[in-house]
């Protein structure tokens, strides 16, 4: 009798469940608005009736299934399978999520936060194939992270390590999501690149990157300031040079404290390319160690979009190829 995996990828705006073979290839998935305001029993129950209506879709019986893996926006704790109230899903406050699953369908299930679960995917579908240690980091309304050491993903305690946009590099610098002031985050990540140009183009209004955003700084966005240094914006690439050193230092820490084969860069980082890579790595290169520094790549991550479907399978595939 063949084996299926269940994945369940929760986001603020969407919910997916796919169905995939032991080895991780996606057979089918379902994709819904997840209505977050509704709150925490109304997602459950849609999640439910979702994961059924996948696997029967390809007549997949809950006796074939051999184990569930759930990828969720955090805080939420990988042992007890509590989420914490996520800023994306408001209304949602210690929801014992695992349990829940665990019980309705009688098949062992794998939580992780998001960061963590799509650190998992690259490391065994995407750019950190091959490798024992990956540092995953995206670059998009945060800025967040995983860590895979060892071929594991670094927990911590109760499910907090690898928050890497968190790290302070200005003391009294701009204020970050978390309360605190100066985080990488508050700097570098889609929405901080925009405010930042923002400002900058109030000083100067002679940039591609206000004609990108017709005209109007309050329409600013991340994506303007890439694609106006793409076509050699000098503010702009000001801006991402700014981005690239703050990457870089923050990254540079992390090399030193982690030692890793390789740092893959989501979101932002793909989209921009060599343009904020290549300061990335000469940034990383002069702050690291040596040793460690010499031992880094750091690469654009290669999932793109397919991360939030793999990320859930990744948790519950044997990654018997890496
Ligand atoms: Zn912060």
Redesign the pocket.
């Known amino acids: 009798m063949s084996r299926y995996l269940i994945g369940i990828d929760i986001g603020g705006t969407k919910l997916a469940t796919v169905v995939a073979t032991i080895d991780g290839v996606i057979l089918h998935k379902i994709r819904q608005p997840t209505e977050a305001k509704k709150g925490s029993d109304y997602v459950v129950s849609k999640l439910i009736q979702m994961v059924n209506e996948t696997r029967e879709f390809i007549q997949v019986s809950c006796s074939q299934i051999e184990a569930i893996g759930i990828s969720c926006g955090g805080p939420l704790d990988p042992q007890t399978g509590i989420v914490y109230s996520p800023p994306n899903l408001p209304n949602w406050d210690a929801v014992p999520l695992k349990q829940i699953i665990t019980q309705e369908f009688n098949i062992p299930v794998v939580i992780e936060n998001d960061a963590n679960a799509s650190a998992y995917a690259e490391w065994q579908f995407g750019g950190g194939r091959g490798f024992k240690n990956v540092v995953f980091i995206t670059m998009s309304t945060g800025i967040g992270a995983g860590i895979v050491s060892d071929g594991r993903i670094l927990q911590g305690t109760n499910g907090c390590a690898g928050e890497v ?2 790290q302070i590099l200005i003391p009294d610098g701009p204020l ?5 002031r100066g ?1 990488l ?2 700097i570098c990540s889609g929405p901080s690149i925009a405010r930042r140009a923002k400002e900058a183009v109030k000083k100067q209004t002679n940039t591609k990157i206000l004609d990108l955003a017709d005209g109007k700084i309050s329409a600013i966005k991340s994506e303007h300031v890439v694609l106006a240094a793409q076509k050699d914006d000098p503010l702009a690439i000001d801006l991402i040079q700014q981005t690239a050193f703050y990457m870089g230092w923050g990254i540079a820490n992390l090399v030193n404290i982690v030692n890793p084969e390789v740092v893959l860069i989501g979101t932002i980082a793909i989209a921009a390319g060599e343009l904020l890579l290549e300061p990335i790595r000469q940034t990383v290169q002069k702050m690291a160690m040596r040793r460690p520094a010499e031992a880094v790549q750091i690469r654009p991550a290669e999932l793109g979009n397919r991360i939030g479907d793999l990320a859930a399978i990744s948790l519950v595939r044997s990654p018997m190829n890496n």
């Open positions: 946009g968190h970050c999501g978390c309360g605190n985080c985050e508050s």
